[in-house]
């Protein structure tokens, strides 16, 4: 959905709706002939915002308000998704209550009252953005994936010719490592019982690794 500021047609309409604010609601103070900056700032301040979101948030005002909307009251419409605004008021209220009498209601309050104050600290979410981001990593994780088979590749030829060259003995599979370690046991007088059970979980039998 395009923000406000690359929707045209929305501008208009949220142009539409200011002129009606100045029209229909209590101004208190404010005058006809600031109309232009008061359009200004509003745009300026819900351009980023879906166009859509914007003009059905002033049209939601509208249906509730006597009085001439600020940019925040509807910024906090959209954010609510036409519910009231949340009010530092009210959470400082629900705070101060002990926790076994908060109502589920309350809960949810400080939980969204908390997370929109979280969100204005770091700012908006760009969908668009964290997508991108996590495309990167994808990228990133698939080609850190490759470098470690190739790393892996490169070693074992580095192996084999440091084992034709006589440098390296030939590495031990695991099986011949349980083998050998069956073997130990053995010999440092291991009861039958802990020498079955270490075969049977390297899924080694006792009478081939004898």
């Known amino acids: 959905m395009p923000a406000l500021r690359e929707n045209r047609e929305a501008q208009d309409r949220l142009d539409g709706l200011i002129a009606g604010c100045f029209v ?9 002939e600031n109309i232009e900056i ?6 300026s301040i819900l351009g ?23 940019p925040a009251d509807i910024v ?5 998704n036409g519910k009231p605004p949340l009010s530092q008021a009210v959470y400082i ?22 997370a ?14 964290a997508e991108e981001v996590q495309q990167e990593n994808r990228r990133l994780r698939i080609e850190l994936i490759d470098f470690r088979k190739e790393c892996k590749r490169l070693a074992k030829l580095l192996h084999e010719a440091r084992i034709v060259k006589g440098i390296e ?11 050998a370690t069956i073997t ?5 007088g291991a009861s039958t019982e802990d020498v079955e059970q270490f075969a049977r979980e390297h899924g080694v039998s006792v009478e081939v690794a004898a």
Do not use: C
């Open 38 to 43: 008061i359009n200004q700032t509003f745009h």
């Open 169 to 179: 003995p030939p590495l031990r599979t695991t099986e011949e490592k349980v083998r």
């Open 24 to 32: 229909i609601q209590k101004l208190y103070g404010r005058q006809p």
């Open 184 to 188: 130990a046991m053995r010999e440092s």
């Open 116 to 129: 929109q104050q979280r969100e204005e600290f770091e700012g908006p979410h760009d969908a668009r953005q």
């Open 76 to 80: 906090g419409l959209i954010k609510r």
């Open 93 to 114: 209220a629900i705070q101060k209550k002990a926790g076994e009498d908060r109502s589920p209601e309350d809960w949810q309050y400080l939980r969204e009252y908390e």
């Open 48 to 70: 980023k915002f879906p166009a859509n979101a914007v003009t059905r948030a002033f049209e939601v005002w509208l249906e509730r308000s006597q009085e001439f909307p600020t």
